[in-house]
């Protein structure tokens, strides 16, 4: 039997793990992560998220605590997601000194001055209707959000968040965030835009958790067709050149391609959503039996890193740490 020409052998380079981890090209490392936290202003005990098992949302009396948990493996940042005891048609609980998110971020810098926690910036969990701006109409009226979006991010910066990121897919978002952070004299804090965020299905999960249901129609007119690639690239040169920091594709793991082609069209870090429904697939399938969570979620993590992404917002976040650390 005769052989092809065989100089070429990949295997070579396979054969053992010492070899495996000296040519591999990419890594994961707790660094890479951002946990997202849910503070609900309503409870005083953390309840689960039914759809999101593993999730809770939190009272502000346990921020301290989680915050601690997350320094002590080694994540260097949160995000905060408020849910407020009282919701109006424009939201004016998220511009509120008082507001959940204002006092979580001032008890978990008071807990864990390392600790980088960052903002989620937007309405829908303290809007009544749900919806990530105010209504004119049926329709979230744009410029008038803008100037809500601004009250939001200068509390939050006098409460003394380390960055914003804001995720309502408004046109000028960034840019009018910025100037009005600037005005207020806070220049040095950064911006991460959720320059990439498209109408999905797998944020279904999150809506439980964040009580953000729209109560009538859905975000389509706001966030992006799934079916849009090079509406991607104009969106994230448009946050490029209002000033954004660091940009974000949402979801992640049907949207790596987008990933790719945003990191590569620009030169800010790049940030994923790892969102709540692919979170919970993998936990589903996991307590069926039918899959092996920790390896799924790491090469999952994995993929992300090698697809572009710099950094993972993730809930499997205070996971893979421990696994990280085995
Ligand atoms: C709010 C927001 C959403 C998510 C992050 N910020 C939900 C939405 O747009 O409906 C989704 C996160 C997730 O699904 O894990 N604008
Ligand atoms: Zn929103």
């Not at 020409?5 to 010492?18: F, I, S």
């Not at 260097?76 to 109006?88: E, N």
């Not at 790719?260 to 870090?269: F, I, S």
Request: aromatic share 8%.
């Amino acid at each position: 039997m005769s052989l092809p020409d065989l100089t070429v052998r990949p295997r070579r380079l396979r054969r053992n793990p010492a070899i495996r981890r000296m040519v591999r090209e990419t890594s994961l490392s707790a660094a890479d992560l951002i946990y997202p936290v849910f503070v609900d202003e309503t409870i005083s005990e953390a309840v689960p998220v039914a759809s999101m098992p593993g999730v809770s949302r939190i009272p502000l009396s346990d921020v301290a605590s989680v915050t601690q948990q997350a320094m002590e493996l080694g994540i260097p940042g949160l995000i905060l997601f408020g849910i407020p005891a009282h919701k109006d048609a424009t939201g004016s609980a998220g511009w509120d000194d008082q507001g959940i998110v204002q006092q979580a971020i001032r008890a978990a810098k008071q807990a864990c001055p390392e600790a980088y926690i960052i903002a989620d910036t937007c309405f829908c969990e303290y809007t009544d209707h749900g919806h990530c701006g105010v209504l004119d109409g049926e329709h979230v009226h744009n410029d008038a959000t803008l100037q809500n979006l601004q009250r939001e991010a200068v509390s939050y910066a006098r409460a003394g968040v380390d960055m914003v990121a804001p995720s309502g897919m408004m046109d000028g978002m960034i840019g009018a965030i910025r100037s009005g952070l600037d005005d207020a004299g806070f220049t040095e804090l950064p911006i991460m835009s959720y320059a990439v965020k498209y109408a999905s299905a797998y944020f279904g999960p999150f809506r439980d958790a964040a009580d953000s249901t729209p109560t009538f129609g859905d975000r389509a007119s706001y966030q992006m067709d799934p079916a849009n690639r090079r509406e991607a690239l104009k969106e994230a040169q448009l946050d490029v050149a209002e000033g954004a920091d660091i940009l974000m594709v949402k979801p992640a793991l049907a949207y790596m391609d987008i990933i790719r082609e945003v990191k590569d069209a620009t030169d800010l870090p790049m940030a994923v959503y790892n969102v709540s429904g692919e979170y919970a697939m993998i936990k589903a399938a996991a307590e069926k039996g039918w899959i092996d969570e920790r390896r799924v979620v790491m090469e999952t993590m994995m993929s992300f890193k090698r697809a572009g992404a710099d950094l993972i917002l993730t809930y499997h976040a205070m996971d893979i740490a421990r696994w990280l650390q085995d």
